[in-house]
């Protein structure tokens, strides 16, 4: 008996580990270099405990990594497609090769635990794939969602919910910093959708008027993963250039706020119509700019202008806060777990609005298991230091952010934790060379 319950709470880790098939895969050793690819391309600064090896450069715009069950790596690269990169027995890449040549695909990947379904998606468009993880091919490319809007956000992320794969959630950002109509749901705009793919109409959902709204009120949630327990944690990109008008006198607020944020959404099967706040709520980074409303705290929800009619505190009636914020600008865009959810990562993609620049770095954020199992941040809502810097761009002040990915530094994107164990592969999408780095610890 007791064997047999310890076969079957084996099967059950296996199964719910993110839906991680690759708990198997043999491991692999850290390599310290890997030969034929190009050095770092941008000075760096690692936290003591850490270290990074480039394994693949000359890519385009790197923007999401994914595995699949026989630990190959499948990478989102913008304005190109999908490719496909297999480890050989030193630890670095040993072939890589086109999956998918298709240059209106710019960020989001999923694929299903099986490793027989990709999705992928345009700024307008979600497509599904069959795909083979033994020949590293595709087929069948079919139109699952379609009509996104077009706007400043052009990047969808998805994500396939690993307890039930044919669930698909797929996000569309703002189309402007204020944007008044994504105030509506039916906008289709700064929202978190969910599809079932085994209902998809003959020329795929219409993305405002198909499937469930999870959650919206989400200025740019442009990263989103599921935790062990399969709660859902996405990262935020708010607002630029904000004045806040107290009584009629505009003051500017930009410099180290809105915060940018770290969102909650429990789990994506049951969350529905979960408001976050925008384009009326924002989260406080820096309270001292708000000398008329003292009770604010860093994480509290603010208004631009507030009023008797609606006031900050107003907001925690309605949205829902952020679980923790970080530094304004920062530009956060994707997070991942480490295999057993001790800590989330975040790449800061870095900032345009703000002097100086902040951002260009990976964070950690770490978190806890409670008592009643699930998984939290350990740092409270209203902490500042809820996050430590990892590897970061060696000045990040002197760091330039021209256009969405020039620069003079690496502009961090994907992270996704090795299903081998050795450590989180970090993506750049810098357009002088998209680079993939794996951060491990010493
Ligand atoms: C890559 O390495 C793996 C593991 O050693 C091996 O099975 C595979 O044949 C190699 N592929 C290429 C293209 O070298
Ligand atoms: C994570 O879980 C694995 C297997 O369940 C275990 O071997 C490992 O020690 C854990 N690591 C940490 C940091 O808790």
Redesign the pocket.
Known sequence: MLLVKTLLSAVALLLTGVGRAQAQLDPLPLPTTCSGVPAMRYANTLASGWNVVKVAGNLRGVRTIVWDPLGQMLVSESGKGISVH????NGCI??SSTLIALGQLNHGLAITPDGKTLYASTERMAYQWAYDPATRKVSGQKTVVNGMVSGIHSTRNLLVVPSKPNMVLLQTGSTSNLDQQASNMASGRAIIKIFDMDKVPANGYSYNTGGEVVAYGLRNEIGFITDPNGMLWGVENSGDDFRRTVNGQAKDIHQNNPAEKLNYFGDPLTTRNAWYGYPTCFSVWDKSAFTDNTALKTGSHFVLSPSSSYKDADCDKTAVAPRLTFMAHSAPIWNAFDANATNMYVTFHGSWDRQPPTGFKVVQIPFTKKSDGSYDPVAAADSTQGYNDIFSAQNPAGCTANGLTMSNCFRLTAASWDPRGRGLFVGSDNSAEGEIYLLSKK
Do not use: L, Q, V
């Not at 297999?86 to 027995?89: D, I, N, P, Q, V």
């Open positions: 297999t480890f050989g027995a040993n072939s």
